[in-house]
């Protein structure tokens, strides 16, 4: 998921309003937790529920637009309210509804992960646990580290696994027939080519950053666990003197960096670029079908490996809709939605379900979905998955790149 990235003040005040009794828990409402599914599905009936989501991809729109708003009507008279915004947007205005002693949230469900994550825990801003209520949870692959831990956090019921998706670097093999595999050979490509190459100043630039952090630190295992500022001041100088010997041959020359994915893949349809990322390993296949995309697009991981994580729902700690928010989530997890989500006709986003555990009418629909044509197999970009480091460090990073490569 495009999250934006939140700056260290928003962890002072987190620490205040914890200090002053944020907490975590139903703080008006009394506990789902104690009703059955039944129940939980009748007090659901009616309601609406307001979900803040990124909006940044018609793709994904059109999904939940077309598809998951209508079926939700049709089952369950839930009416879901989709809201724009993301990261930053969705800390703020819990933070802000905290700090007013609000009993009553204006969001119940919320699209996020990773540093969001981490910071409505410090806020104390999420309902739960509650993901062992959801009937459709059972097939959930909460096994697999890639899905059950979220940077580095395990996410224990506090967050419902939505989609699972790993970083892709995306190349027009007509005008690129050999892409560089490393740092090594980017650095080498970037000079002989000018212009035709860059990163974007949000989350999959970051995606990027890490991945280079990772592999100048010699490995995944270097950076695993908590934040670690010795760990951190020893590599990251390192990344940055890089980032600098980069930067004079990126587009622009370096002296300005794209406001996301979205302008890079139309610089990249356009053929200014020569390279674009996303964070979804599927979508050049998705890009290519909309027609957005050349044929010649290609997809792949670089050798040293690139990030891998999950994205999730989470339900404020003050929803009045609680039970609404779970039969939401319930249905998005449903073998049903998760089947046509990750169809890259329809958006491509990899499933968070065992495929072994699905009744097996869904295990053969699983897997007779069309295959790639554009990206690599699922399996093969797995053997170059790396798992997202702790929050502290994209945060860094963030603060970081902006200080040293974009001032």
């Known amino acids: 998921m495009k999250n934006r990235i939140t700056r260290s003040f928003v962890f002072l005040l987190a620490g205040l309003l914890w200090s002053c009794g944020g907490g975590e828990g139903n703080k008006q409402a009394e506990d789902i937790a104690a009703l059955s599914w039944e129940q939980i599905e009748e007090r659901a009936r009616g309601a609406t529920v307001n979900l803040m989501m990124w909006a940044g991809d018609p793709v994904i729109n059109a999904y939940m637009q077309?598809?998951?708003?209508?079926?939700?009507?049709?089952?369950?008279?839930?009416?879901?309210?989709?809201?724009?915004?993301?990261?930053?947007?969705?800390?703020?205005?819990?933070?802000?509804?905290?700090?007013?002693?609000?009993?009553?949230?204006?969001?119940?469900?919320?699209?996020?992960?990773?540093?969001?994550?981490?910071?409505?825990?410090?806020?104390?801003?999420?309902?739960?646990?509650?993901?062992?209520?959801?009937?459709?949870?059972?097939?959930?692959?909460?096994?697999?580290?890639?899905?059950?831990?979220?940077?580095?956090?395990?996410?224990?019921?506090?967050?419902?696994?939505?989609?699972?998706?790993?970083?892709?670097?995306?190349?027009?093999?007509?005008?690129?027939?050999?892409?560089p595999q490393n740092r090594e050979e980017l650095l080498q490509f970037v000079q002989e080519n000018p212009g035709r190459f860059t990163i974007d100043n949000q989350f999959t630039g970051l995606a990027f950053l890490k991945a280079c952090l990772i592999d100048i630190a010699g490995g995944q295992e270097v950076l695993n666990g908590p934040f670690d500022e010795e760990k951190y001041n020893t590599y990251a100088p390192q990344l940055w003197d890089y980032l600098r010997q980069l930067k004079p041959y990126l587009w622009k020359e370096g002296r300005t960096f794209p406001e996301g994915v979205a302008p890079m893949h139309q610089m990249f349809a356009s053929g200014e670029l020569w390279f674009t990322m996303s964070y979804n390993d599927n979508e050049v296949d998705n890009k290519i079908l909309q027609g957005l995309f050349p044929e010649s697009a290609r997809a792949y991981a670089w050798e040293p490996g690139t990030i891998q994580n999950s994205h999730y729902m989470g339900i404020s700690v003050n929803s009045p809709n609680k039970a609404g928010a779970m039969v939401v989530s319930n249905f998005l997890i449903s073998p049903e939605a998760q089947y046509k989500k990750q169809d890259p006709a329809v958006w491509g986003d990899g499933a968070v379900l065992a495929i072994d555990k699905l009744p097996e009418e869904w295990r053969e629909k699983f897997r007779a979905l069309s295959a790639r044509r554009y990206a690599p197999p699922r399996a093969e970009m797995q053997e170059r998955a790396l798992m997202e480091l702790a929050p502290e460090y994209m945060i860094r990073l963030a603060e970081d790149f902006r200080n040293e490569i974009i001032q």
């Open 66 to 179: 077309n598809y998951v708003r209508p079926a939700l009507k049709e089952r369950y008279g839930i009416e879901l309210a989709i809201a724009g915004g993301q990261g930053s947007i969705i800390v703020q205005n819990l933070m802000a509804e905290l700090q007013a002693g609000k009993a009553e949230s204006e969001l119940d469900l919320m699209w996020i992960n990773g540093e969001t994550f981490y910071q409505l825990r410090q806020l104390g801003a999420l309902y739960g646990p509650w993901t062992d209520k959801l009937p459709n949870a059972q097939y959930i692959d909460f096994e697999n580290p890639f899905i059950g831990i979220d940077f580095q956090q395990p996410v224990n019921g506090y967050e419902c696994p939505w989609g699972n998706v790993q970083m892709a670097f995306i190349y027009d093999s007509l005008k690129v027939p050999d892409p």
